[in-house]
């Protein structure tokens, strides 16, 4: 799961039938509606093994016993493999909080990993990351959130649009903190004005 390091938690998944399985991650707690399909489980002669699946799924991130951000998602998979994870292959939305609760920032993406044992999840397929109280958005095509340091990074092309004012295109890759912030352009490839029809 998505969770913050160094705090531990407990998930739980509460099935439709009102059973609840309690799962090991860290700093989060689950609450969604379950149900199993064998068509929808990936390949069963895969090396990989689905302990669980989850639809409809909320979790709620914390540190230091508050509230920094909430994760949905259709669908979740469990994995137990040499090194266990969690996969949202249907895609996920998190909202980020500050420490008033405040909605700051917001990220998008058609595909989630959750390498658990690095506290890092990969995200890739249109992502879009963007500060809401800003209007600034990050675009690209994959991106790797570090929870340890929560800052978001890639070596992938990206681009960075403040609102109103100007578009930046991170050739190589960008890194930059949770809520957009401290933002360094691996390779610029340059700056522009923000189009009038643009939508950023």
């Known amino acids: 799961m998505i969770t913050t390091s160094d705090h531990t938690a ?6 439709k ?28 002669h895969d090396k990989r093994t689905a302990l669980d699946e989850g639809r409809n799924i909320q979790v709620y991130l914390s540190q230091n016993g508050k509230v920094k951000g909430k994760l949905t998602a259709p669908l ?37 990993k959750d390498r ?18 800003k209007g600034d958005t990050l675009r690209c095509e994959e991106l790797w ?10 070596d992938k092309p990206a681009r960075y649009s403040q609102k109103d004012k100007f578009v930046n295109y991170g050739k190589n890759g960008l890194e930059a903190k949770q809520d957009l912030s401290n933002l360094v352009f691996y390779e610029n490839k340059g700056t522009l004005p923000v189009p009038k029809d643009s939508t950023q």
Do not use: R
């Not at 609840?20 to 069963?44: Q, R, S």
């Not at 658990?116 to 109280?133: A, C, G």
């Not at 959130?145 to 890639?154: R, S």
């Open 145 to 154: 959130w570090d929870k340890n340091t929560q800052k978001f990074y890639t």
């Open 10 to 15: 407990n998930m739980f998944i509460k099935y």
């Open 17 to 44: 039938s009102i059973t609840i399985l309690a799962v090991f991650f860290t700093g989060c707690f689950i609450f969604c509606a379950c149900e199993n399909n064998i068509k929808d489980i990936p390949n069963l």
């Open 116 to 133: 658990t044992w690095e506290n890092k999840v990969f995200l890739k397929d249109s992502v879009v990351v963007i500060n809401v109280l």
């Open 76 to 112: 979740m998979y469990i994995f137990q493999a040499d090194s266990p994870y969690t996969e949202f292959p249907k895609g996920l939305h998190v909202d980020f909080y500050n420490d008033s609760l405040i909605k700051e920032s917001q990220l998008d993406a058609k595909y989630g």
